[in-house]
């Protein structure tokens, strides 16, 4: 297989008590490590489920990341937010962040990626912003031609008045419920009626699409939330 071609993806599980986490906030569930090679450099596509088993709304504090080869951190970077931005009690968000990573000096070759190490803090916050919920519906979808994966959402606004501004998450399993892929994004400036839908649609990277494929691990499931906040302070 040519180096610069290679593409290595992780499953990872995380052993309890290896996060910085409160055990009545917010927990990350699982979590998944896709590394591509550009060049000089891997780019670490890292995702996390975070669920919020506490009975608070919490939102995220602050985090880091650490790509980790053994007992030796390959590269840290801070972690940029969670989606969505709060979380009601019992719900579920996803991290999402892209690590870079120089090769090694033996002409580009993938340093021995092992594990990834989260260190997140998390804070209450007043319920009202963790919003209303939307209705979702996700479904994957792949283009028969090219075989280019995408995500679909259906959102729906259930209320009586005009969802703007509402945030969708999703993460993407495999039939074994392993977590390999997340993305999301915020309708700005942009309403949903009361009772209409509004579909957003995600493309997932080819190179990923690719080894999930050459490993037989295409994802099957989408889980999918949204949600909107009419407080705006």
Known sequence: MKKAAMLLALVLALMPGA???AQDEGAIVQSSCNIVQSGEYVLAYCFAQVHNNSDQTICLDEGTLRLMSGE????ESRVSRL???FLAPGADGYLFDIVSVEAGGDGG???AVTGLDFDVGYMTVNPAYAGQALEVQASIEINDVTGRMSVVCGITNPTDETAFGASTAFGLYTDAGQM???GGMRLQD???PADGTVMVRFDVEDELTQQWRSYDALPTQAHASAMFSTNED
Do not use: M, R
Not at 72 to 75: D, E, Y
């Open 109 to 111: 070759s993938i340093p």
């Open 180 to 182: 390999v892929y997340a």
């Open 19 to 21: 996060l910085a986490l």
């Open 72 to 75: 030796q951190a390959l590269a």
């Open 190 to 192: 942009i309403g949903i």
């Open 83 to 85: 989606w969505p931005s």
